[in-house]
């Protein structure tokens, strides 16, 4: 068994490193092959003033001089038209090909005191227009010598003042310029659109982003398709909106403080709240350790499990823990801290926290349902453990993991903090909406910078459409994760647990987290010091 | 599915946890493979901060805009002088700033399309408005340069009414062709019309071929204290000639600070890089050397650079140092090819060193080679007698074992006075081979006194830099 997983992760890897390997860098190309044309695109006709190498028209060349001269591109206008109509062709989004006129550029009259290189390049003006204005414009460019392939053409093209270069290689003979997006490549926008939507997949996978809660809804039962589909578009839509805000804010921020002075201190100031949150984990595990915190293990006699005789709620141990990205500790609504904590660091941290001090969660007694029909199991318990619900069966409550915060868990503990639906209660779409707000309320700073990226180049509205598409991404994993934890729930019982390693990594990843807060904070003081 | 669980029923029933653990770790394999760790690292330490003090720090940290490079910076003046070319018909004055524009972005990017779009738009300038039009003659000038045509420099140089120009022209030309007193005239000059960083940047260079270190070093320094926010290019160029100077006398260390700090002011800048490359080769860091080639290539996006045979013939090294000689062999075929379609005859644009070739030659041993190594060195020889050029003929000539005639061309490349270990070194290997045990001892001596750290591996790495003319 272990070795055909062996195999197929050997399979994998080879075929990982073949795709690598497959994606050779260009090669090399030679100075007589370079061609260079400048396209300036207008409403009805596009001009291109093209340098080549003469040798690529040597019919036309009749004295040999390696240079057209303007009787040369007269006498050889038609035959020159045909060849260049047939290697360069410029059409409009209804393929439709733009006529081409042809007139000779020449070189300047030098002094005779100076006896110049013979040049071996010669200049042609190549005008294409339509009868109606062009929407959209494709360049196909394949003047190049036979059997060459490093040969060049490195193509400036202006198109309503923005400029854009473009290197046409044999390889690469196309080029598109977007209606409404001049300075877009034909593939180049989706091209951008697929990375961010790439990178937000991947950015979400990093600490925070609600996994977590997503995670804790959807293993649930009542937890359906639909609903996370509707959670993953809440969360696009909240973040999408979040980074617009922060992006606004910031602009605005920015007409009075310089960016480069500002986002030492937004740097220095995430640094000290990541350090302020490592050290309080860090400090946490320490007082989850200390002797006058434990809670000795104790058991409940046999006792009824009717709702009239336990009105309180009760405590379930040994994997019922806190799916909460809540800051804090001890409120209901999971908003309420979102819109007021720290990035994504603090989210996780205390997540984690939960998730490893495996902190009791208090059900409502109502809704916990201690019949012993089949479908129990899967009840909202993300438990390593069986359990049964025999009513002479002992809880025992061994705290020696400790609490996040060192807080009691009494029996009169009245909150919750899970996510809606996991305590039972009904699942409505004002909840749904609720959850899916507080997963995206905060905006990534990735997403920030691809914003603020874009309007510095002057491409606010493209810059929109990426932080929405970095925003899918990132719902996307979310939805993908807890679709997978949905269907994979039932394998946590089988996963095996090491006791030792999960009593260290909570202080580890303390420790952690507090080293990338000074890292952050000494580099905002570097960039301070440096101002 | 159930073809995978009638495959295997046990396998079926946990393809997806395959699937679960292969994909990200195929992923992160093949993300780690792509990403280049050191270089992110050192990008992250370059971020810090500078470790230099002033004035080999770079004063102006916060013109460097982080969301604008300076080649974008030169793309929006292409963008506004094309357009002042279409609208105002042409006058020949937008056509020679266009000129100039494409000329800054060939200087900065090496790339050999930029430098052909300077000279046609600098033609174009010039039929349009012939006469007093510095900036179309100086990119003519400058290109021509940038082909070793010196002869046309010169006499372009000589119509270019701006004399700030004109005299820079003849400063860097003569250095070029091995003329110090002309050049350290000219750079005179250009230091009593204009204290600009350029002028004293230039008079530097002057100082350093003539072997005055002291002076240079002052006049580097004055370079970079008058230098004004915004000239990147300028800023950069400086530092990167600086590093180079203390690399040639063994300050490794304070060279290597040096180009990244160039690098920090115009990420990038591709002589920086190899300058660097050439550092870790020499410090046998041949993984680092190679990421600094890999950057330079990626950097020209495909087009063909200046630097081209340069990484060929530094990679080249570094395989035949780790031992790897069939591949040591190709890469300089390569080198050699593109070498050689370069400058075959003296039509069109020729970007190619006859003196890179021959490098070429005597670096890859092949006893074959050596006859040609001197024949391309005695060509080059008639147009130039600068003290690099006279260096690699000498050498030439001891591959061939012309004994006299080496310690001729050697003795007179001292006495143009660069200090240079590397041209020390060879002029004792020569003397030894005459017997001039004494004179061969001096000449060592010599070679360890400019270059304390001078050694086997300094030996490997010359020639694989990039210096005023790149």
């Known amino acids: 068994m272990p070795y055909r997983y062996l195999l197929l992760s050997l399979i994998s890897c080879l075929g990982a490193i073949l795709i690598w390997v497959g994606l050779a860098a260009p090669s090399q190309a030679h100075w007589a092959d370079l061609a260079v044309a400048e396209i300036q695109a207008e409403a009805i006709a596009t001009q291109m003033t093209l340098t080549f190498p003469t040798g690529l028209v040597a019919f036309a060349d009749d004295d040999q001089s390696g240079q057209l001269s303007a009787v040369e591109v007269q006498t050889h206008a038609a035959d020159l038209q045909k060849f260049l109509s047939e290697q360069i062709q410029f059409s409009d989004s209804e393929n439709q090909r733009g006529a081409l006129t042809i007139q000779a550029v020449e070189g300047a009259a030098l002094p005779p005191t100076i006896q110049a290189a013979p040049n071996s390049h010669s200049t042609l003006l190549l005008t294409y227009a339509w009868e109606k ?12 010598l036979p059997g060459v392939s490093t040969a060049s053409c490195l193509a400036t093209i202006l198109q309503d003042g923005q400029l854009k270069t473009f290197l046409f290689t044999p390889k690469q003979q196309t ?9 877009l490549a034909g593939g180049e926008a989706l091209l951008a659109i697929a990375a961010a939507v790439a990178w937000g997949a991947v950015h ?16 649930g039962e009542r937890a359906t398709p639909k609903h996370a589909m509707f959670l993953a578009l809440v969360t696009t839509i909240t973040h999408t909106i979040g980074v617009f805000a922060l992006g606004l804010v910031t602009l605005f921020a920015a007409q ?42 104790h058991s409940h006699q046999p006792h009824s499990h009717d709702p009239a005789t336990h009105p309180n709620t009760h405590e379930h141990l040994d994997g019922h823990f806190v799916n909460s990205e809540s800051a804090g500790h001890g409120t209901t609504a999971l908003s309420d801290d979102l819109s007021s904590k720290a990035p994504d660091s603090n989210a996780y941290a205390y997540a984690y926290a939960q998730l490893e001090s495996r902190s009791p969660v ?74 899916g707000i507080s997963g995206g309320l905060v905006p990534c700073p990735a997403a920030l910078v691809l914003l603020l990226s874009a309007i510095a180049l002057g491409k606010t509205a493209f810059g929109l459409v990426l932080v929405t598409a970095f925003s899918f991404g990132l719902a996307v994993v979310l939805t993908g994760l807890g679709l997978i934890l949905v269907y994979a729930k039932h394998l946590f019982k089988h996963i095996p647990t090491h006791p030792r390693l999960l009593k ?20 905002a003081v570097l960039q301070l010091s440096n101002q | 599915m159930k073809q995978l669980t009638a495959l295997s029923p046990r396998l079926g029933k946990r393809w997806w946890l395959v699937a679960l653990v292969g994909v990200p770790l195929t992923s992160g394999l093949l993300w780690l493979a792509q990403v280049d760790w050191s270089s992110q690292l050192e990008e992250l330490s370059r971020l810090t901060g500078s470790r230099l003090d002033a004035p080999y720090r770079y004063p102006y940290s916060d013109s460097l805009s982080q969301s604008n490079t300076p080649t974008a910076r030169t793309e929006q003046e292409i963008a506004h002088y094309q357009q002042a070319v279409r609208q105002n018909g042409g006058s020949g004055l937008d056509e020679g700033a266009l000129a100039i524009a494409y000329l800054q972005m060939a200087r900065t990017t090496g790339q050999g399309h930029w430098y052909l779009l300077a000279d046609q738009v600098a033609q174009q300038s010039l039929t349009k408005l012939p006469v007093n039009n510095s900036a179309a003659l100086t990119v003519l000038a400058r ?41 350290n005239q000219a750079a005179q000059e250009l230091v009593d019309l204009t204290l600009s960083p350029n002028s004293f940047m230039l008079q530097a260079l002057v100082q350093v071929a003539e072997g005055n270190d002291e002076a240079a070093l002052k006049n580097f320094q004055y370079a970079l204290t008058t230098e004004e926010p915004g000239e990147l290019s300028m800023s950069a160029r400086t530092r990167t000639l600086l590093g180079r100077f203390y690399y040639e006398r063994g300050q490794l260390g304070l060279a290597d600070d040096l180009y990244r700090e160039a690098l920090r002011i115009l990420p990038g800048y591709p002589a920086a890089q190899m300058n660097l490359a050439q550092l870790e080769i020499r410090q046998e860091r041949y993984g680092a050397a190679e990421r600094h080639y890999a950057q330079v290539t990626a950097a020209s996006g495909g087009a063909s650079t200046v630097y081209d045979s340069l990484v060929l013939r530094g990679r080249a090294k570094i395989k035949a140092l780790q031992g790897d000689r069939p591949a040591a062999e190709a890469l300089w075929a390569e080198a050699e090819a593109l070498l050689r379609q370069s400058f075959t005859g003296t039509n069109g644009f020729t970007f190619g060193h006859r003196r890179d070739l021959a490098r070429l030659l005597l670096e890859r041993g092949n006893p074959n080679d050596t006859a040609e190594a001197v024949t391309l060195m005695q060509t080059e020889v008639a147009r130039r007698r600068d003290a690099e050029t006279l260096e690699t003929y000498a050498w030439a000539l001891s591959t061939q074992k012309q004994w006299q005639q080496a310690q001729a061309v050697a003795q007179e490349a001292i006495a143009l006075g660069l200090r240079d270990a ?17 004179q061969a001892e001096t000449y060592r001596q010599t070679a360890q006194t400019i270059d304390p750290s001078f050694d086997e591996n300094a030996r490997q790495a010359a020639g694989l830099g990039a210096g005023l003319g790149s």
């Open chain 2, 422 to 438: 590397t041209l020390f070194y060879r002029a004792a290997t020569i003397e030894t081979a005459l017997g001039n045990s004494t």
């Open chain 1, 204 to 219: 979400s996978m990093s600490p925070g982003h609600g996994k977590t809660i997503v995670g804790a809804y959807l293993v």
């Open chain 1, 362 to 435: 208090t059900l409502t007694h109502a809704e916990h349902d201690h019949t012993h029909s089949s479908t129990h199991q899967d009840q909202r318990h993300l438990s390593r453990n069986d359990h049964s619900h025999d009513h002479n069966h002992d809880h025992s409550h061994d705290h020696a993991n400790g609490h996040a915060n060192g807080h009691d868990h009494g029996h009169d503990h009245g909150h919750s903090h899970l996510p809606p639906g996991t305590d039972g209660s009904p699942v409505t779409w004002s909840s749904l909406l609720a959850l």
């Open chain 1, 256 to 297: 009075y403080i310089l960016p480069e002075q500002l986002y030492p201190w937004l740097s220095l100031a995430s640094g000290a709240l990541v350090i302020s949150i490592g050290v309080n984990l860090f400090l946490s595990r320490l007082r989850r350790r200390s002797p006058s915190h434990s809670h000795q293990p």
């Open chain 1, 504 to 523: 260290t990594l909570p202080a580890f990843s303390a420790a952690c987290i507090t080293l990338v807060g000074i890292g952050i904070s000494i580099q």
């Open chain 1, 133 to 144: 204005p062009v929407r959209g414009l494709k360049i196909h460019y394949g003047l190049f």
């Open chain 1, 175 to 183: 080029f598109a310029l977007t209606p409404g997006l001049p300075w």
């Open chain 2, 143 to 183: 290109v021509a340069e940038a082909q070793h045509d010196f002869t046309n420099t010169l006499k372009l140089a000589g119509q270019i009414p701006d004399p700030k120009e004109a005299i820079a022209l003849r400063v860097t030309t003569h250095l070029a062709l091995g003329k110090l007193s002309d050049a």
